[in-house]
């Protein structure tokens, strides 16, 4: 198979425009004859939604939640990048480019990420006309922070509920949508594959999960918006509900996935503190913005915060990384947050955590600044906890909580099956090897609402609109494989719950394909998934029916689609032995344990075909060049 | 850390139109670190060991801000703490020996579909009615170009802060959904960018909100006291000005 990225040429700045120029047009008319699928409604499936409906095409919208204004994203705290340097900080599209390549530790594609600065300005005009109620300054303009290893004010936020209010604007959108009869919302439905016909999208198959029956749709393209898979770690930051189900079910229909052991490990998280424990809770980064992050300085040492002395502390990272300090990146705050406790110098009653220090600031600034800009989060904090941040350190450990890898799309966002769009965190397009804070809402909305309308109708510019429906035989022979599989796991019977394989599971990929990764490690891994695999398809519990609401059926499901996917994600990991951003090869470091990457063999996006269940994936790459920045080590010293 | 046990009678009910009932189950040793549905869960791991059916209940975020979840504990919609969501409320807020009576969400616009889990598309058809600004994408002005008074933008958020639990309407004795309509009629028309459509959008969601079957509102302000999210009940004030000015000025009705 070739990859083509289809990046247009001419001047980075200017391939957007050009290609939107040259993107083939439907009129208006005729929009109306074409029908879309659309799978998710979080930020990107919400937004694709609206805009695509608006445009007058007939959209039906899929979402697993009794509501499409749940979604994943509506838990997103801490704000949305946009260059639009209202701050006279120095802020330019270009700086907000670079910082994003540099920081995905140039494993991004340059047109890409360009285009993804370039309409980020769009997003927060279009979000304040929504009536999203953005922070905003005495005089009435909107205010900005720094954020996550910016050096430049360039997040928009609204309270620690960004997520919220964005998905709430686009999901207001979406339900205009509804009242006017252009996008049908099917709630509480879960796509469970993907039809292809004469190799190209047609439609979806998917579960009624209050019904369980199995419904067939069809359309003349699918987009895919279905979010990140970080929960193959059982425990992480995600939704309960968040999956690989739709985006494995696509690459086993012939859909290519691209770097999936890229995976963001998230440095400000609540401890583990049970093995009851059903998910982690982010803490926002923005808290480094005036916490200090800090550990004992001698290894062992199990006094209370407050009696360790000034100086037998250690705030490792600003003496580590004298120009940035606490805002370093997440993966470098968390691969050091790792170190920390390795060297036997973490906290709290597993000494799996480090301290997040408030009392500078809050000495610095007074309690009622503090209090007005965390009070939330210190709430939230203390609710889980029983302990306030104001008077006593927060205590933090990474989790794992994003996933850059995903289904590879080209420029148009479509992946290797046509008529197939990925949007949002179910792709891999902007953020290379590490995502930046505040740019995964920029990049959902960037696809729903300023690529994917302009793209998807150069693909349905050569198809024909004749009436699609679902009589087809493709249609019914996906149906009946999704049903027998159903019909498999309820016949199992067995004595394990779906949660003690799903963590078990979790707990192999953490220890080997987390924060650190290495040959061996890695290999034991390939070995012990299959028999994980093995042991849930002999013994797993799964009681009640198929046909009625059954919450283990479904979690069985995803868990089945996760032990298939784990073993993609290692095969990656192995085949990648440099470093680069999140992926840390305990072999490939510099002198002073940074990442090392290894531009020469590995300046390329890996990009996995599937070949039969009881083959190897093939391997593709798709090379990266950068022809407007240099590929440079990253330092943040 | 500690443990204690508690005797929990949980709603069971199979589907809408099944009869339901409490049935007591011991807790066996909970965590006071977990949460309620942690709680939940260790129990329906327990009862799946045991074969029997898990007790179904909506959830996803697990962080107090998705609305997925929820159920009456002790006759408390999310259970007793303050401004609380069923899954941000945690165990050390209960004592060893407690009983937990745990029924789901009750209105006649929320149909119970199993055990805790319920029906509440009614919330999103009031949104539909008139719950967003008649914006479409692209064209949108700059985002700076209309200042807007940080009191009155932070008001907006304050009543834009409602997570559509549902809440509101399982405390309202007459099933009223006035709390939530309000919060989004406030956060709407407390910004320039609600204004044009601010009287039509007041009365297309209480129609809305009548023909689904919620109640009317009487004063009774059970609702603000159950709601998580602290969503103020001078929303509801501000609900009603909004559609008295609407009916009164309006030439559509
Ligand atoms: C706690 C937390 C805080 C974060 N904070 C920030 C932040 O401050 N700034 C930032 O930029 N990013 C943040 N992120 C990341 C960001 O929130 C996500 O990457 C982004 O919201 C993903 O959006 P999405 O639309 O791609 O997917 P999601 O929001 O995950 O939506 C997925 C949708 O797909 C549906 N779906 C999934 N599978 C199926 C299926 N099989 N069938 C039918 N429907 C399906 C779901 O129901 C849902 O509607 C945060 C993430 C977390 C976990
Ligand atoms: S007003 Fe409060 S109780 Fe009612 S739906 Fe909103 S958040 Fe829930
Ligand atoms: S599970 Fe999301 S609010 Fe409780």
Redesign the interface.
């Known amino acids: 198979m070739i990859l083509d990225s289809k990046v247009p040429g001419g001047p980075l700045a200017e391939k957007w425009d050009r290609h939107r120029f040259a993107c083939k047009l439907i009129n208006p008319a005729n929009k109306r004859k074409f029908d879309i699928i659309v799978v998710g409604a979080g930020l990107a499936g919400a ?1 694709a939604s ?2 695509l409906a ?1 445009l007058g095409y007939n959209v039906k919208t899929f979402c ?9 994203s ?2 997103a705290q801490g704000g949305i990048n946009a260059a ?1 340097n ?1 701050q006279n900080d120095g802020d330019s599209i270009f700086r907000l480019f670079y910082d994003t390549i540099k920081g995905g530790d140039f494993r991004a594609r340059e047109a890409n990420v360009y285009r993804l600065a370039q309409v980020s300005n ?1 997003i ?8 999203v ?10 205010a900005n922070r720094s954020f996550g290893g910016a050096q430049v004010s360039r997040t928009f936020y ?2 620690g ?1 960004t ?3 964005l998905l ?1 604007g686009a ?3 979406l ?2 949508q ?2 006017k009869g252009k996008v049908e ?1 099917l ?1 509480r439905r879960e796509m469970l594959d993907v039809v292809v016909i004469d190799g190209q999208a047609r439609g979806i198959v998917t579960r009624n999960m ?1 019904s369980g029956a199995i419904e067939t749709h069809a359309a003349h393209a699918v987009v895919l918006a279905t979010g990140g898979y970080g929960n193959v770690y059982f425990l992480s930051t995600n ?3 968040s999956n690989v189900t739709a985006a494995w079910r696509a690459y086993k229909r012939g859909a290519c996935f691209a770097n999936p052991c890229f995976v963001q490990i998230h440095p400000t998280c609540i401890p583990v ?2 093995t ?4 982690l ?2 803490m926002s980064e923005s808290l480094r913005n005036d916490g200090r992050v800090l550990v004992p300085k001698n290894p062992g040492d199990r006094r209370p915060p407050a009696e360790i002395p000034e100086n037998e502390r250690d705030y490792y990272l600003e003496n580590k990384y004298p120009s940035f300090g606490n805002l370093v990146p997440r993966d470098v705050a968390s691969r050091n947050a790792k170190e920390q406790c390795d060297q036997g110098k973490g906290v709290g009653s597993t000494g799996l955590a480090v301290y997040l220090d408030f009392s500078e600031a809050i000495n610095r600034d007074g309690s009622g600044v503090i209090t007005q800009k965390y009070g939330n989060l210190f709430h ?1 904090y203390e ?2 906890t ?1 302990a306030n941040p104001m008077h006593e350190p927060m205590m933090i450990f990474p989790a794992v909580h994003y996933t850059m890898g995903g289904l590879w799309v080209d420029y148009n966002l479509m992946s290797t099956i046509p008529g197939l769009f990925v949007l949002g965190e179910a792709n891999f397009s902007d953020h290379g090897a590490n995502r930046l804070g505040a740019s995964a809402l920029m990049q959902g909305l960037a696809d729903g ?2 690529v994917i ?1 302009y793209t998807i109708g150069n693909y349905l510019a050569t198809i024909s609109s004749s009436p699609q429906d679902a009589s087809h035989q493709a249609f019914k022979q996906v149906a009946d494989e999704a049903a027998a599989k159903i019909g498999k796991l309820l016949d199992i019977k067995g ?1 394990k ?1 779906v ?2 394989i799903h963590r078990e599971l979790g707990l192999l990929m953490w220890d080997s394909c987390g924060m650190a990764r290495n040959e061996a490690g890695l290999q034991q891994a390939l070995a012990k998934i299959p028999a994980i695999r093995e042991e849930f398809w002999q013994n797993v ?1 799964i ?2 029916s198929g046909l ?2 059954n ?2 059926l479904e979690r069985a499901g995803r868990v089945a689609d996760f032990l298939e996917f784990a073993e993609l994600m290692v095969i990656d990991a192995l085949s990648r032995k440099e470093s680069c951003g999140c992926h840390f090869r305990e072999e490939s470091q510099t002198e002073e344990n940074e990442a090392k990457r290894d531009d020469e063999n590995y300046a390329h996006v890996s990009v996995w075909e599937y070949n039969g269940d009881n083959n190897s994936p093939e391997f593709h790459k798709e090379p990266l060049t950068f022809e407007n920045v240099q590929p440079s080590q990253r330092s943040y010293k | 850390m500690s443990d204690i046990h508690l005797t929990l009678k949980i709603w069971r009910q199979e589907g809408p139109d099944a009869p339901g009932r409490l049935q007591t189950y011991a807790s066996g040793p909970i965590s006071t670190d977990m949460s309620f549905l942690e709680m939940l869960d260790v129990l329906n791991e327990r009862l799946t060991g045991e074969g029997e059916e898990p007790v179904a209940f909506d959830h996803d975020c697990r962080e107090g801000i998705c609305g997925m979840c929820g159920a009456v504990v002790n006759g408390h919609p999310h259970g007793p703490e303050k401004e609380t969501t069923l899954c941000q409320l945690h165990m050390r807020h209960f004592k060893d020996g407690d009983t937990l009576v745990i029924e789901p969400f009750r209105a006649r616009a929320f149909r119970i579909e199993k055990d805790l889990v319920v029906d509440r598309s009614g919330l999103d058809k009031m949104i539909t009615a008139g719950g967003f600004v008649s914006v479409n994408t692209g064209g949108a002005p700059d985002a700076n170009a209309i200042p807007i008074p940080q009191k009155n933008a932070e008001e907006a958020m304050d009543a834009a802060a409602c997570i559509g639990c549902g809440a509101c309407v399982a405390a309202c004795p007459n099933a009223s959904a006035m709390l939530f309509v309000a919060a989004k009629v406030s956060h709407l028309s407390l910004l320039p960018q609600g204004h044009p459509e601010r009287a039509r959008r007041a009365l297309d969601m209480v129609r809305e909100m009548d023909e689904l079957g919620f109640g009317n509102c009487s004063n009774e302000r059970e609702c603000e006291a159950a709601c998580p999210k602290g969503i103020s009940i001078r929303n509801i004030a501000r609900l009603n000005r909004e559609f008295l000015k609407a009916a009164i000025l309006s030439d559509e009705d």
Not at chain 1, 64 to 72: A, K
Not at chain 1, 124 to 131: F, L, M, Y
Not at chain 1, 276 to 279: G, V
């Open positions: 937004s609206a805009s608006e697993l939640q009794d509501s499409p204004r749940r979604g994943h509506i838990a639009k209202y769009n927060i005009d279009q979000c304040v006309a929504q009536g109620p953005f922070a905003r300054e005495y005089g009435g303009q909107l609204a309270r509920q997520g919220q209010q709430l999901y207001s959108a339900m205009r509804v009242k919302m709630s209050l939704a309960m509900g503190h049970g009851y424990q059903s998910k809770t982010l939230m609710k889980i029983a609402y300023f309308p004595k719950t949660d003690e519990a009681p009640g009625e609401l919450q283990s």
